[in-house]
């Protein structure tokens, strides 16, 4: 196999594109649909302070390397959830990173600095696991990059993540979550910016980008997320690609590129928002759905608010593309 930009020795073969890259042009490949999407999407201005939220896992960490390598002011921000040795290791992985490259790291704990941990919150709140902890991640990065003076949000969704999301959406026809599933969120009163640049690079580009660059990442999957129903839509959306390649990319890019627009539509008007009592957090109702879930967690009462929904609406970030509906009203539980 030859590389499809210099005729050199092949070390990956891209299917979709029907090409092979050397690791430089590989490189470069990644590169330059990271910066289609920040282009496509006016994703980030040159001088953005920009929030990454990293995992520990290859795509965050490998998007991290990247809008470092693009110029960006890009700090990271690592959320400790508390999910025993799989926590532990993946706080010490980003460490390494941020420490290597001198690059600014923001952790915030939900122990430490909210009172819970994921495996906690699974076991005596209503919501899923991973819905919790979907909720949990979404209020912090927010919280942290108001708190930080942050322009904008970006997290290492990649193409099969958001196609799975998608294929989940699409097959309950939840128009609301649909319409709201872009690789770019824009910002509104008390909420940042947020967005998507791997969104264009399937999950084998975001691994084979980390390995080149000598990225040392986590592998494991996070031992909660087991049978979970974003799982198997990836499953499904591999087997269909087996047999038909370029299938996901049709499916995700073209949503983004054609049919997004219609959902949008018909998306209703906007919802109010004022700041939650608790913690000054946008939300619809008296109280966030953070503070509701955290205090169901620890035992404690709100307020009346809490045991009365009444007129409340899932705020965007509540509703934001990255949780199924199931996970996000708790039916199921995973782990
Ligand atoms: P996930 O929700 O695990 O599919 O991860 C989606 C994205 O959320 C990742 O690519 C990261 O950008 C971000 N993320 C997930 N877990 C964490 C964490 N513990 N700390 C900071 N960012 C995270
Ligand atoms: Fe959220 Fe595992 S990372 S439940
Ligand atoms: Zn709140």
Redesign the pocket.
Known sequence: MRCRRCRGAAVIEVRRHNAAFCGDCFERHVREQVKRAIRDHAMLEPDDRVL??????K??LG?WDLLLGLGYRAS??????GIGEY?TR?GDV?RAFAGERGAELIE?DLRRDYGYDIPTAGRKGSRST?AV??LS?RY??NRAALEGGFDVV?????LD?EAATLLGNTLRWQTEYIARQFPVLAEREGMVRKVKP?YRLSELETAAYAFIRGIEYVVEE?PL?AGNT?LRYKEVMNALEATSVGTKTQFLLGYVERAAPLFRDGDGPPVELTPCERCGQPTTARFCAFCRARAQVLGERLGPAERDPGTERQTAEEMSS?VLPAELYGAGRAG
């Open positions: 990454v939220a990293v995992s520990g896992g795509d965050s998007l990271g921000l690592y959320l400790g959830l926590s993946s980003v915030v991973c902890c979907g991640k912090v990065f970006a997290t290492g969704h990649n993540d791997l996070c997320v974003q990255e």
